[in-house]
T-cell receptor
């Protein structure tokens, strides 16, 4: 079946690293995505990783993928107050139109 | 330009009204999507258009009627909605070339049905 799970809340101090975790169930997923949603706004694509990769780094963002355990994580280095938002992981079900299955979202709160 | 625009930003409508939501992208993407998002929940897929043809309808009630007039525009026509249809409606688009097919989202229309 299709299911994506995330912890619901994470609180970090400004300047620390944040790690947001996600587990997925469909081993046939080709790409896994991280989206950010600020209050009252749409979803912003942060990064994605191909399912045969272990790691992808993009500036302050590091994505780690453990395909054996179906575990995905997003690390944000030097977390800032502007990083406060809800972070969704999503797996793609493939196909030309790329149906996404979203996790419930992790609310990241950054405090001074 | 990775922008998807949506109008209006906010919409309040009665249960007997007819209204439309609009979405536009100029990235040359040939897949466009409508999602519904309730508070504190992830987006739920409603419809997918690929090459201007309806590819997926996720068993959405007929009071929601999508339309894709051309490759840049996507509309969602609303009629006889219920209060439980109040939500944030998100449009997204994605390329159909290449392998990633990443989706880009608009800012959404916040709909309130009274």
């Amino acid at each position: 079946g299709e299911d994506v799970e995330q912890s619901l809340f994470l609180s970090v101090r400004e300047g620390d690293s944040s790690v947001i975790n996600c587990t997925y169930t469909d081993s046939s997923s080709t790409y896994l995505y991280w989206y950010k949603q600020e209050p009252g706004a749409g979803l912003q694509l942060l990064t994605y990783i191909f399912s045969n990769m272990d790691m992808k780094q993009d500036q302050r963002l590091t994505v780690l993928l453990n395909k054996k355990d179906k575990h995905l994580s997003l690390r944000i280095a030097d977390t800032q107050t502007g990083d406060s938002a809800i972070y969704f992981c999503a797996e793609s079900m493939g196909g030309g139109y790329n149906k996404l299955i979203f996790g419930a979202g992790t609310r990241l709160a950054v405090h001074p | 330009d990775t922008e998807v625009t949506q109008t209006p930003k906010h919409l309040v409508m009665g249960m007997t009204n007819k209204k439309s939501l609009k979405c536009e992208q100029h990235m040359g993407h040939r897949a466009m999507y409508w999602y519904k998002q309730k508070a504190k929940k992830p987006p739920e897929l409603m419809f997918v258009y690929s090459y201007e043809k309806l590819s997926i309808n996720e068993s959405v009630p007929s009071r929601f009627s999508p339309e894709c007039p051309n490759s840049s525009l996507l509309n969602l026509h609303l009629h006889a909605l219920q209060p439980e249809d109040s939500a944030l409606y998100l449009c997204a688009s994605s390329p159909l070339r290449g392998a990633v097919h990443e989706q880009y989202f608009g800012p959404g229309t916040r709909l309130t049905v009274t």
